[in-house]
């Protein structure tokens, strides 16, 4: 079994994933660019059980951005990590900038396309949705 390994920018909080990522979007609705900073967020769906935090849980904070979406980060170097939703409780959606191992060769995806950044173009084949396909 493939194993991803990841952690903050002070590496106060480490984690590793079980197995291998399906599909990665690249999400550039308004919320998604301000927790960034950037363009947009590269979040990738990951079951809850293949998740495991190997160190620094008193580290980490969160953030309900709106309802029932809470954005978990690190509290010391504020580090996006993932979301969770209470609704979904079966997954969480790692931010995998904060990978540190190889990816391997998802799908990619962009979404909410339609509220991008308009300074920003997208170059790549990868599909492209308005919203939430």
Not at 7 to 25: E, F, H, N, P
Not at 76 to 83: D, F, I, K, Q, R
Not at 86 to 98: F, N, S
């Amino acid at each position: 079994m493939s194993m991803l390994a990841g952690s903050c920018l002070c590496g106060g909080v480490r984690y590793q994933i079980d197995g291998a990522l399906d599909s990665v979007v690249f999400c550039h609705c308004s919320r998604c660019r301000k927790v960034t900073g950037s363009a947009f967020a590269a979040v990738a769906p990951v079951p809850t059980d293949a998740f495991r935090l190997l160190h620094g849980d008193e580290l980490l904070a969160e953030y309900e951005s709106s309802p029932g979406v809470f954005r978990v980060f690190c509290r010391t170097c504020a580090s996006p990590l993932y979301s969770r939703r209470p609704a979904q409780p079966d997954l969480l959606r790692m931010r995998i900038g904060t990978l540190d191992t190889d990816i391997g060769a998802p799908r990619f995806m962009h979404i909410f396309t339609g509220s991008k950044a308009d300074w920003y173009a997208i170059h790549d084949d990868s599909p492209q949705h308005d919203t939430r396909p």
